[in-house]
């Protein structure tokens, strides 16, 4: 048996969803220490000939002393319809937008 264990990330990166497929057992460990500026709560988004901007979810509560299923997200700031607005003035050119942004 093949198994993985990863701590959660926001927005993951194509290898994590790679290596989910290959294992026979996939399992999310929240069960650590948040860590400040880690990828738990906010990831980088790559721009073509520009500056990289960070997408990047409220933590109420944050702390390192806290484990992650500990934590809670707040959703009193308004940071979906940011994010949404960011990646669609990115993306709005590449191909196959129009198929894939409803996903978001």
């Not at 959703?75 to 050119?93: A, N, P, V």
Request: aromatic fraction near 20%.
């Amino acid at each position: 048996m093949k198994l993985a264990i990863y701590q959660p990330y926001f927005f993951p990166y194509i290898g994590y969803f790679q290596l989910m497929q290959a294992v026979d057992k996939f399992i999310l460990y929240d069960q650590i220490q948040f860590i400040k500026k880690g990828w738990i709560q906010r990831n980088r988004i790559a721009l073509a000939g520009s500056k990289d901007f960070y997408v990047i979810i409220p933590i109420h509560k944050k702390s390192p002393k806290k484990l992650i299923s500990e934590l809670a997200i707040s959703y009193d700031t308004g940071w979906q319809e940011k994010i949404i607005r960011q990646l669609q003035s990115t993306y709005i050119k590449s191909p196959f937008f129009n198929e894939l942004f409803p996903f978001f």
